[in-house]
């Protein structure tokens, strides 16, 4: 089994959202999402969610392209990626948090993890910043 992991706030699941898990399927056949810390999303984007992270875990638990869905911890991602040991890492085509050094944030703790990064579908008219408005 190849274990893909993706990470974001996912508030409110939307048809971006489901093209992205449909694009990270090419890498592995189990699709891990987690879901960022409400603090850990008002530090990276300015504010608070629209829903609560118990509403937003509700939602990926109940889209039927996730196989499994976590709550991330506050101190970043890199504990649920030691614990978990994804295949493959993909990410959103404009994530910009905890990205920069991933590569050697992941070599720094002997994993050999794949890193993509998905494609835009439709981000003039799917993405959060727009529909949350």
């Excluded at 810390?37 to 629209?50: A, Y």
């Excluded at 002997?110 to 799917?126: A, C, T, V």
């Amino acid at each position: 089994m190849k274990k893909v992991m993706v990470f974001g706030t996912f508030d409110g699941i939307h048809n971006g959202h489901l093209d992205f898990f449909r694009q990270t399927r090419k890498y592995g056949d189990y699709l891990i999402a987690v879901a960022g810390r409400d603090m850990n999303i008002k530090k990276i984007k300015g504010k608070l969610p629209q829903k609560n992270l118990s509403e937003r875990l509700a939602d990926l638990k109940n889209c039927d392209l996730i196989d499994e869905a976590y709550m991330g911890f506050e101190d970043g991602p890199y504990k649920i990626i030691e614990d978990l040991k994804p295949d493959v890492i993909c990410l959103g085509y404009d994530q910009l948090a905890f990205t920069k050094n991933l590569k050697k944030e992941i070599k720094k703790r002997g994993l050999n993890i794949k890193i993509y990064r998905m494609k835009p579908f439709e981000p003039e008219k799917y993405h959060s910043s727009i529909l949350n408005k």
